[in-house]
């Protein structure tokens, strides 16, 4: 008595990608670049800071000035991240060139004055 086996073979394609929009993926990279360059301004003008209020000994005058100077050109770039975070206006992210606005405002363009 012969033993018959049968064999079935099936092919399992892998599952497709995600599409990612090119868009979206640019909006994920800027939001975590600038919140490292965030961290990074605020840790540096905490340091600062810190350092100028902590201080057990008198400073010279001449390192007295550097501090106040650095701390100084800090705070122009503390308010714009500031700024940044906490403005509820979208305008520094890009605008997209197919809305309708857009349209709208070529098509107006378009037209001759009378």
């Known amino acids: 008595m012969a033993k018959e086996t049968k064999t079935t073979v099936e092919t399992v394609s892998d599952p497709p990608k995600p599409v990612t929009d090119p868009a979206m993926r640019l909006k994920f990279l800027m939001f975590w670049s600038r919140l ?5 301004a605020m840790g540096l003008f905490g340091y600062l ?3 100028m209020l ?7 005058s001449s390192s007295k000035d550097v501090l ?3 701390l100084g050109s800090f705070l122009p ?3 714009a991240i500031s700024k940044f975070w906490l ?4 305008a520094h992210t890009p605008a997209n060139n197919n809305t309708e606005n857009n349209v709208e405002e070529k098509e107006a363009d378009a037209r001759p004055a009378a």
Do not use: G, Q
């Open 36 to 40: 490292i360059i965030t961290v990074l």
């Open 54 to 60: 902590t201080m057990r000994e008198e400073m010279t």
């Open 49 to 51: 800071a810190s350092a």
């Open 68 to 70: 106040l100077l650095m």
């Open 87 to 90: 403005d509820p206006d979208d």
């Open 77 to 79: 770039i503390v308010l």
